[in-house]
């Protein structure tokens, strides 16, 4: 079935890069999506990539797609302390219909 | 910028009454979401609404549950006898389209049922 997976939890320091990765199983997903969700707010979209990129540059953000192993990532380069936020990776079914991992919490150390 | 809105931000409710969670998408979208978050787990697509009908809908969403598009802004989840498995964040997401619409998330309403 359609699964997407992440790591729990990234610690990094200001100013540093982060790479939060992420897998998922629907090989037609069309479009991937990095939404962010700070302490009791929504989910902010912050990047998309359409399935049939490589990568995509917006910003200090980053997003890396490798279809043929079905991973994807974002950087996000000069990580600052407002950086800190859970990190969801979702897949968009043929549907419509986004499936979610289980975020990954973003720690930014001064 | 038009942004996706929800009510209430919060509700507490008790075990077995109904709750009306209201959101009002953006203006042009055509397509709405519901999701859900437990806390601590992932977020749960619920059902997806297009043309006053729906579209999908989740193995969550059963019989308790139901949509409606009252008047040309609002979008409704009603919860018809709240069970405390219920309680969990609600979000609303709207899209222009379905294959290539990208979902734009309100803030959420918080259900508590006791």
């Known amino acids: 079935g359609e699964d997407v997976e992440q790591s729990l939890f990234l610690s990094v320091r200001e100013g540093d890069s982060s790479v939060i990765n992420c897998t998922y199983t629907?090989?037609?997903?069309?479009?991937l999506y990095w939404y962010k969700q700070e302490p009791g707010a929504g989910l902010q979209l912050l990047t998309y990539?359409?399935?049939?990129?490589d990568m995509k540059q917006d910003q200090r953000l980053t997003v890396l797609l490798n279809k043929k192993d079905k991973h994807l990532s974002l950087r996000i380069a000069d990580t600052q302390t407002g950086d800190s936020a859970i990190y969801f990776c979702a897949e968009k079914s043929n549907t419509g219909k986004l499936i979610f991992g289980q975020g990954t919490t973003l720690q930014v150390k001064p | 910028e038009p942004e996706v809105t929800q009510t209430p931000s919060h509700q507490v409710t008790q075990m077995g009454q109904e709750v009306i969670l209201r959101c009002v998408p953006i203006s042009n979208h055509l397509y709405f979401y519901w999701y859900r978050q437990i806390l601590g787990q992932k977020v749960e697509f619920l059902v997806s609404f297009y043309n006053n009908e729906i579209s999908e809908k989740s193995e969550i969403f059963d019989d308790q549950f139901s949509v409606e598009r009252p008047d040309g802004s609002n979008f409704t989840l009603k919860i018809r006898s709240t069970k405390l498995e219920d309680s969990a964040m609600y979000f609303c997401?709207?899209?222009?389209?379905?294959?290539?619409?990208?979902?734009?998330f309100g803030p959420g309403t918080r259900l508590l049922v006791l």
């Open positions: 629907d090989s037609s997903s069309t479009y």
């Open positions: 997401a709207s899209s222009d389209r379905r294959g290539g619409g990208t979902q734009y």
């Open positions: 990539i359409f399935s049939n990129m």
